[in-house]
């Protein structure tokens, strides 16, 4: 096996191995299962589940584990052999329908936010058919769901299956309404572009700061950083180019479609961008790349960092999740059409976007807030913490013409009424010229750039399937049974266009003055986590996100604690780490230099009487000073850190961090960066900004 046509998908149970391995009925029965959601019955699952073992075993492996998504962001996996011991003492390789539908991991620790008191610990696992299974190594791998015995969702896909079928749903009945009657379903896709820094792993194990954090807690800006624009699009290096051969290797084994590889505008930052697929295989196979790069780095020599902002005075590094819904039937609803009715049905979809962004601000900013993604969003970077939509010239035009009822310059007919004239195709130059805006559609797909680069996919795609479903629904609601179809329709478009008009923002996003009209047009703009995330349990995102069955208003309870609680646990471990490098680091380095540096000046008085000792005497003088103040901040910041020991409240904590320990850190930082420009290389404990992100060759 040498081509890439050949490995592609080898070590996946996919459509093709189950058609090679199942029997035509069971297969069919599977199919079924896998594209309509039929429940599948147990002799059915029997005979999946031995096939399954059989492949995989063929294929080296020798146990199982249901691969979940828990709460933690990360995936979790336990592993069983197939083992079974056999009468005459010999073992037989066993694998049932049982054990493939529902697994039983011991889930104490796993963060349930108060659903589940832990006498009753245990979680299970329920298999997602729609996602295929998989070897890792050599185990099999079987996509799940995890719920508490209660049946509520204590991980990240259950929302995203529910808010899939949320949004199938009220989808159906907008098409049923423009007559396409053969239409079995919708699905969601998503093609997540990833960015990640690779830094060598040597220099990388010499820094407290990124094996503890992932993140530079200090460091003086390098002579050098991303001002040149040399690095984007650049050569890419050859102990690079070596990693992404493997990467895109193992990638291609497990079925993942990774196409492009380039670096990014930052040193020592790469992206990664795969071709999209239905929503929940995009973001199993999304947590599979995070962890695969990581493995296949260590390979290289080198770590590949996915924080969203390891260097400060250097972009940090996001995802954009490219995101569609499009028909069994191959048809792209953000797509205009060949046919006035097409297009008028492009014009519905794409108005329930702009109302879902819209009504859903909030929303889509919780679902992407995480400490590290703060320093992006809210800062002066790539996208702002205000969301709003860009359309391109073009099709905002359309849009006001449609509102105003005047005519529109691009279309041959003087007034734009829909159902009658025909759009045009919108290049994809024309819409996708603006990469600061949060929401941006670019020709058929929206891409939602608000993500962080360590972010679970999932969770921004449960709130956009959700919001949109929500917009569908209310239009349907309006316009099924209604005698004029088509003035109704033109009423409702109107109306979206009018009353969420505000969301749309062809500018520059990162532009002051937008922060500032935003605020004027009454959008949100909560820069940090613990200034959106209680938004999580307003009224109006709980009705929306329990009518649709997306979650209950226990998950919604637990996940907002269980973000904050993240938020805190994270930015505590990074003080802790502050206090530690500046104890028994920066603080020891300094005090060595400031010895040197004394002990040269008395020697040159020795031997010179004359001399100034000008550069002697300035270095210590700043540098003593800035050790009193680098330990004054230190304590300063250990006492803020006591101080959240009384503070039991994990919203109340969370504000105690963003108003004092993140300022503390900062100001202790400031001090340390400047002491490290003063002390001579040699004596810095640690790899400095120019190392880390110009020392992979
Ligand atoms: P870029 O944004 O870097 O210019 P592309 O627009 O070509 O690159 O693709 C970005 C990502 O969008 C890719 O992962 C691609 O597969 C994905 N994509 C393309 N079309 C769609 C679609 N209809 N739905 C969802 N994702 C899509
Ligand atoms: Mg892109």
């Known amino acids: 096996m040498n081509t890439v046509t050949e490995t592609f998908g080898s070590l996946v149970f996919d459509d093709r191995v189950m058609k090679a391995n199942l029997s035509a009925k069971v297969y069919q029965s599977l199919k079924k299962t896998i594209d309509e959601g039929t429940e599948l019955d147990l002799s059915v699952a029997n005979a999946v589940a031995s096939a399954m073992k059989d492949w995989a075993v063929a294929n080296g492996a020798t146990h199982f584990t249901h691969w979940f998504q828990p709460l933690t962001g990360i995936t979790a996996e336990k592993h069983d052999s197939f083992i079974t011991p056999a009468p005459d003492g010999r073992v037989i390789m066993e694998f049932s329908g049982k054990e493939l539908i529902k697994g039983e991991p011991d889930a104490s620790s796993f963060p349930s936010g108060g659903i589940r008191a832990t006498f009753e610990a245990r979680g299970y696992t329920a298999w997602d058919p729609t996602s295929y299974a998989f070897i890792k190594g050599k185990t099999l791998c079987i996509p799940t769901a995890f719920c508490s015995y209660g049946g509520e969702a204590l991980d990240k896909k259950t929302p995203l299956l529910r808010s899939m079928e949320a949004l199938n749903k009220q989808a159906l009945r907008i098409l049923r309404l423009f007559g396409n009657n053969d239409v079995k379903y919708v699905r969601t896709s998503v093609g997540p572009e990833q960015e990640y820094f690779l830094i060598d792993k040597e220099m990388f194990d010499k820094r407290k700061d990124l094996v503890f954090t992932g ?40 079925g993942i479609l990774a196409k492009t590889e380039h670096n990014e505008v930052a040193p020592a930052q790469h992206e990664l961008a795969p071709i999209y697929t239905t929503t929940n295989i995009a973001t199993d196979h999304n947590q599979l790349t995070m962890e695969i790069m990581q493995k296949v780095a260590l390979k290289h020599g080198l770590v590949c960092v996915l924080h969203e902002k390891p260097f400060a005075g250097v972009n940090g590094s996001g995802k954009h999740n490219n995101w569609s819904m499009a028909t069994d039937t191959g048809v792209n609803l953000l797509s205009p059409g060949e046919t006035p009715y097409e297009n008028a049905q492009f014009l519905i979809f794409l108005c329930a976007v702009i109302k879902a962004v819209d009504n859903y601000q909030d ?48 279309t041959k007919k003087t007034t734009l009424k829909l159902g009658v004239d025909v759009l045009p195709k919108f290049a994809r130059d024309t819409t996708d010229r603006n990469r600061t805006s949060p929401f941006a559609f670019t020709g058929n797909k929206f891409e939602f750039r608000m993500l962080g680069s360590s972010n679970s996919i999932s969770c921004a795609n449960i709130m956009l399937n959700s919001a949109v479903a929500e917009s569908l629904k209310i239009y349907a609601d309006r316009l099924e049974g209604v005698d004029n179809f088509e003035q109704s329709l033109h009423e409702m478009i109107k109306k979206t266009i009018k009353d969420h008009k505000r969301i749309l923002f062809n500018g520059n996003g990162y532009d002051e003055t937008w922060i500032e009209e935003a605020e004027k047009r009454g959008l949100m703009n909560y820069r940090t986590t613990p200034d959106c995330m209680p938004h999580l349990l307003d009224k109006k995102n709980v009705e929306m996100l329990t009518s649709h069955k997306v979650f209950t208003e226990t998950e919604l309870k637990s996940r907002c604690e269980i973000m904050l609680d993240n938020y805190c646990k994270t930015v505590v471990i990074e003080a802790n780490t502050m206090v530690d490098m500046a104890r028994k680091q920066i603080l020891p380095a300094v005090e060595a230099y400031v010895k040197e540096v004394s002990k040269t000046a008395v020697a040159k008085k020795q031997f010179a009487p004359d001399a100034s000792c000008e550069y002697e005497k300035k270095t210590v003088t700043k540098l003593s000073l800035l050790m009193e103040q680098i330990l004054d901040k230190t304590e300063t910041l250990e006492d803020e850190i006591m101080k959240l020991k009384f503070i039991s409240d994990v919203k109340q904590e969370s504000y105690a961090i963003r108003d ?16 490290e420009t003063l002390t001579a290389d040699k004596y810095w404990p640690f790899p400095t900004y120019g190392e880390l992100l110009f020392g992979v060759k």
């Open 215 to 254: 993140r530079t807690l200090f460091g003086a800006k390098a002579p050098k950083g991303q001002e040149m624009e040399d690095h984007y699009f650049g050569v890419i290096k050859p102990r690079v180019a070596a990693f992404m051969a493997e990467l895109n290797e193992e990638l291609w084994k497990l």
């Open 660 to 675: 004092s320990i993140l300022p503390k850190m900062g100001e202790l930082r400031a001090v340390a960066d400047e002491a």
């Open 363 to 410: 929303l889509l900013r919780i679902s992407v807030a995480t400490a590290g993604n703060d320093h992006r969003l809210g800062a002066n970077e790539a996208p702002p913490a205000v969301v709003s939509i860009f359309l391109g010239d073009e099709l905002a035009a359309i849009l006001e013409a449609i509102e105003s009822d005047k005519p529109y310059a691009g």
